[in-house]
């Protein structure tokens, strides 16, 4: 007997009620990207920049900033959560955090600055309920992921998460999507048919980077078979950094696209 079916008749309903108030999003203890607190920066110290191996974390150039402000700029597109700065800062300016709800409309607002402004109203948002209301269709096109995401795409369909039950399916056929999933830092060789399955899907059609690679090409980046990203390759209308997404972060990137759910990222920092 399959381990979920004893589960339900044991247990009963498997299901979570997230993202309702309250209810378990199955993410408990995952570290998610680091926070910084550039007050407590020293002003020599470059130790987080050399432990980045994607160059999320970069020194500010001259002139040095103000004391109390960031000596380095963190592009949390770049991030891959490895904690390995965390583990580098003398000063605990960075610390873990369980940031992972990191999907953003703006690349920029993947980017730490020190002043916040009000998040800006798109016009994407409006469109997208007013076309699909409650509902989403999917196809998902892997373009050289290593299948870390894939492997969390596809805990999507257990009974914990259920995806169904948030009205959001995946399609074998672009002819029926909504909405193009790319993972994978879009090497050379799926740049054409990454084009192809857009071209396609029927208008209105929406693109969204999942992943790390997907959004810059993290530790594939320069590589001898590319890939960069999709940034340049198709117009992205929702970025969603991880290396990988976890099933929740997924969950709520898609649930923020379908303006269901209010975006938990602005200014490189989580204000949710």
Known sequence: MPQWTLFGLTRGQASTRWPAPGADDGQAGVLGMPRLDPSR?????????????TQAIQ???SPAPA???????????????CQLCVEACPTGALQPSGDWALGVRDRDDL???EALDAPPAKALASGIRRVFGRSLHIRHVDAGSCNGCESELQALGNPFY????????FTPSPRFAD???VTGPVSYAMREPLRATYDAMPEPRWVMACGTC???????????AGG????????VDMWLPGCPPNPAALIHALLQLLERVPADFHGGRHVG
């Open 41 to 53: 920066c020293q002003a020599d110290c470059s130790a987080c920049a050399q432990a980045c191996i």
């Open 162 to 169: 259920n995806l169904h039950r948030l009205g959001i399916f």
């Open 179 to 181: 909405l193009l999933l």
């Open 111 to 113: 980017v730490w600055r």
């Open 67 to 81: 004391p109390g402000e960031a000596r380095i700029r963190i592009d949390y597109g770049r991030c891959i959560a």
């Open 214 to 224: 997907a959004v810059c090409g993290g530790v594939a980046e320069g590589g001898y």
């Open 59 to 61: 020194l500010v150039p």
């Open 228 to 235: 960069a990203g999709l940034d340049g390759v198709l117009p």
